[in-house]
């Protein structure tokens, strides 16, 4: 076994800086701190489970855990320099919601931290306060449910007070609670199976022989979920190019586009090429896919991905979506619009997004993504097919969207998009996937036709 050779709160709490002063991802400041530790022997798979479970959990609770530390403090939060505040929010987070942490390790760990990070004064300063919420536990009480449904929520469930309200008002609170609710459950990891190069049941037999506990998804014929896994980056599976990492509900986009073989497709916002590469999977590597985006260092993801997929049909160009009509008028067999949005449906996968969405966001975002349908719109060929989908759940982004886009475009006509699906039928027109309702990510998926 590999000796230890660091503090797992340390290096939790290392990324959880990253995250909070330097503005980083935490999904990408953590796999990146992952790989590099593991890259050096350090870390078991114990301490992998460990550290994400720190900095997910610490970094999602978020203004809970400052209001939690506001009953113990004697100043305000925000006077506490960033490190020490981090770290009594990592100490706050192991007392409250790890169970199987004794208090003993939560305070003493977030001491030693403190002693190399701070002075002798902050020790004494966070000694104190993670004691006495540890001595104290019940001064932490919850806002009335009934009186302040929206207050309740948002401190109970970790989401902004902003988001709650509009969730409350527009779905009533014993919904908002179950979308909440499942908003923080860690969902597990979904591939799609690159079936150009395997088929799924001869990749889940791979993946087994790899350490994965996977099973099949009951939604695309190509998913895959796995529920645990060693460090991705170790499976020769994926270097191999055998699947791409995926969403379930994002694997359904491609399919409701239906793209075949020998087709012209454009993927509008493509990078950096999820669905860029599904589209050319499913047309067998046959015909010609282009993807555009207005990152070029996106794209040269795209074009990694194709590379190890081993599909040469992609090309990508640096173009922003609102002139892709201009360029590629009536040229295209079908075109997706995977719409730049609020993200909003996806908020069990990345624990910071949350906190760094503002209401300002879904009153610009609406105005860009009805200028690239439209833009978009004009490369489908008579008789082509225009799909429009988001990972978000809101109306003015979705529905609302598509909507007005019909309203002055009768030129297009709505297909039924959950009969498109792989797996079990719909009959909604417009398909809006819910994590409390369907188990995968928020995600609206229409689909519409040119008729002349």
Known sequence: MTAKKFDAREVALKVINDVEISGAYANIALAQEITRRGAQGQLSEQDRRFITELVYGTIKCGATLDWMLSHYLSRPLAKVAPVIRNILRLGIYQLFFLEKVPVSAACNQAVELTKKYGH???VKFVNGVLRNAARSPEKIVYPDRDKQPVKYLALKYFHP??????????????TCEQLCQANNVTPPLSVRTNTVKITRDELI?????EGVTCQA????????ICYEHPGLG??????????????ESSMLVAHILDPQPGEFIIDACGAPGGKTTHIASLMNNTGQVLSTDIYEHKLAITRENARRLGLNIIETKTLDAVHLGHTYPSKADRVLVDAPCSGLGVLRRKPDSRWRKSIEILDDLPKLQAAILVSA????????VLVYSTCTTEPAEN??????????????????????????KRS?????????????????ITRMTRQK
Not at 205 to 209: M, S, Y
Not at 377 to 384: E, L, P, S
Not at 428 to 444: A, E, N, R, S
Request: proline share 4%.
């Open 161 to 174: 007070e902003w988001l709650v309200d509009r969730w409350v008002k527009r779905l009533g609170a014993s």
């Open 120 to 122: 002798a004064g902050t």
């Open 217 to 224: 998804s009951s939604w695309t014929p190509e998913g895959i």
């Open 234 to 247: 170790w499976l020769k599976s994926l270097q191999e190019g055998l699947f791409q990492i995926q969403d």
């Open 377 to 384: 719109a004009q490369c489908v060929k008579r008789g082509g």
């Open 399 to 424: 529905q609302d969207i598509v909507n007005s886009f019909l309203s002055s475009h009768p030129e297009f006509v709505l297909d039924s998009a959950g009969q498109y699906l792989p797996g079990n």
């Open 205 to 209: 037999n791979r993946l087994t022989a």
């Open 428 to 444: 909604d027109t417009m398909l809006q996937l819910w994590p409390h309702i369907d188990k995968v990510d928020g995600f609206f």
